[in-house]
Each structure stands twice: as C-alpha cells, then as structure tokens.
C-alpha cells in the first residue's frame, strides 16, 4: 500500500511540474519584456548606411511600443555573418534580435563555403521588415541611359568595363554575374569590403556600374553622378516610378525577391514571438515609418512568423536557383 501511495506521489509531483513546465513560456511572454531591461537589435552593418537607418527608426517606435529601451548594436563583417553568428547563439528570450537583408539567409548559404549558422535550425522568423529591390546604377561617365545602351557600350569595350559589388559572392555580384550571362557582355568584376566603398568609386568613376540597394541608389543618384537605369524586380518602385525594370527592357530572370526583416534565435517560446509580431506589426504600419522606408526605396510591412518563415524558404531555393546557373563557385 505504502509502496503504492509513493508511485501516486511521484506521479502527481510529475504532472504538477509538466503544468509548470507549460506554463512558462506563457509567463515569460506576460513578463516580456521585463522593465529596465534593454532589447537589443544586432545588425551586419556599419552606422549610418540604409540599413542601420531603417533599424534605428524602428527600435526607436518599437521601444514606444513595448515600453522599454531597444538599442541596434553594429557588428559588421564577413557579409553580415558574424551579426548572424552571434544572434543564432543567443539566449531565445526576445531580447536580442537579428535585422537582416534577404542575403544572410537566402544566399550567404549558397555562395559562401563556410557559413557558421543554418538559416532554418538557428533562428525563429518574426517579421518581415521591408521589400527593397537592388537596381542598376551606372556612372555618368558612361554614355548610357537605359540598359540597352549600357550593353552596347559594354559589348564594344569587351574587358574594359568594371562593375563593382558589395563583395564576392554578395547579392551585387550574382546579380553583376548573372547580367553578364544573359546580355553576354565582357566586364571584370571589382569586389568592394561593403556598399558604400563601392558607391564612392561608382560616384568617382573609378567603375562604371553596379547592382546596389536602392536605399544606397536614391543617395547616390543624388550626387549628379550616377544613373539608375533598371529596377530588378518585378514592378516599379514608389521612390523611383521612372525608373523601368529589367523585364520593361527586355531583360527577364533578374527579378529575385530583396528584402529584410526580423530574426530572433532558436526555439523561441511562441507567446514571446507574438507579442514581438504584433509590436512589429504596429510600429510598420506608422505613416512617419512607412514614409521613411519609401524615400529609402523600400515598402515597410510586416508578416506573419509563418508567412516569413516560408518567404525565407522561397527566397532561399530561388538565390540558390540562380547561384547554380550563374555557376558561382562558393568563396
């Protein structure tokens, strides 16, 4: 009987721990976030460029939201890897987040031959944060104006052009390699350290043209010196309704989806995960928000954690689509 009423107590004391055990995340979520005690956004980039700009704005509202202080902590390098890296180790109590371009997750894994994260195991998808397509940006010392002059030019100066990229293996240069591919054209690829040390020697002519962001674009267009002659995306931008796509010209297959968005790591607990969905949700529906990300060529909106969790997939397959045609060996 003894023996009996033991097996009870221990049976009891099992289930009153899985209730306790069930009842956590929930109460972390109802705790979350906790006062004083600081979320912190990691992005891949330096201050002051497009990205770490639209971060800013956004931890800004999101800490109005929330009611707590949300920082952006810059850690760039090795194409935004180490932000990644550190994110994907991180305790998964919301308070250190991951605001990342399409590349990190959807074709760092298919360029690069070491990669220390996976882009599915180590992270939980949030939000999306933006859709901002690369665009054709091309210097005023070449006597172009749309994509088809730019091909002429290029095919009758076969090695003498350069076109420059964020680095090996980044988006600029799929997209550079694969232009080269459909329009068979002879240009050299100039690998740059990031961006804007590429859109300075565009602006100087030192290259003369390169697929950049179309935050960095609409500031360098601003210069005088440099064109943008092609959207590569599938509809024109609200930040440049002039500017035609790559398939209003002719040239179809660049059209691959850019954007950012939101990442925490791993094994998250679902109720911390909506309450920083919904915060998300809210703070990219603000007019100022929304109105900053559209003069920085991109369009503010955010998603379900399922619905970017399965754009991430996508977008992932069709880089990795591309990468293989393009024949890219990993860097």
Request: charged share 15%; no cysteine; net charge positive.
């Amino acid at each position: 009987m003894k023996k009996h009423n033991g097996s009870r107590r221990a049976f009891g004391a099992a289930l009153s721990a899985a209730a306790l055990l069930g009842l956590a995340p929930l109460a972390m979520a109802q705790d979350f976030p906790s006062r004083g005690k600081p979320i912190r956004i990691v992005v891949g980039f330096t201050a002051g460029g497009g990205t770490d700009a639209q971060a800013r704005i956004v931890a800004q509202k999101l800490g109005e939201v929330l009611g707590t202080s949300v920082i952006v902590d810059n850690r760039p390098g090795a194409s935004t890897m180490l932000a990644a890296n550190e994110v994907s180790r991180a305790l998964p109590d919301g308070y250190t987040l991951l605001y990342a371009p399409s590349s990190t997750m959807a074709q760092n894994p298919h360029t690069f031959a070491q990669v220390p994260y996976d882009p599915f195991k180590d992270f939980t998808a949030i939000s999306m944060g933006g859709r901002g397509p690369l665009v054709l940006s091309v210097s005023t010392t070449v006597p172009a104006n749309n994509v088809k002059e730019l091909v002429a030019y290029v095919k009758a100066n076969p090695g003498k052009v350069s076109y420059a990229s964020f680095g090996a293996g980044t988006s600029s240069h799929i997209y550079g390699e694969a232009f080269v591919k459909k329009t068979g054209v002879d240009a050299v690829h100039i690998p740059y350290k990031g961006g804007s040390d590429a859109a300075k020697d565009l602006i100087g002519g030192r290259v003369q043209y390169m697929f950049d962001s179309a935050s960095s674009a609409v500031i360098t267009s601003a210069s005088g010196k440099v064109k943008i002659l092609a959207i590569a995306s599938n509809a024109r931008i609200s930040a440049l309704p002039d500017v035609p796509t790559f398939a209003e010209q002719g040239i179809t297959g660049l059209d691959l989806p850019s954007w950012l968005g939101f990442y925490g790591p791993a094994h998250m607990p679902a109720p911390v995960v909506a309450k920083l969905n919904a915060a998300l949700t809210q703070v990219l529906a603000m007019p100022q928000v929304r109105e900053f990300y559209r003069t920085g060529g991109y369009e503010a909106g955010a998603t379900t954690p399922e619905e970017f969790a399965g754009i991430t997939r996508s977008t992932y397959d069709r880089w990795g689509a591309m990468v293989q045609q393009v024949g890219l060996a990993k860097q």
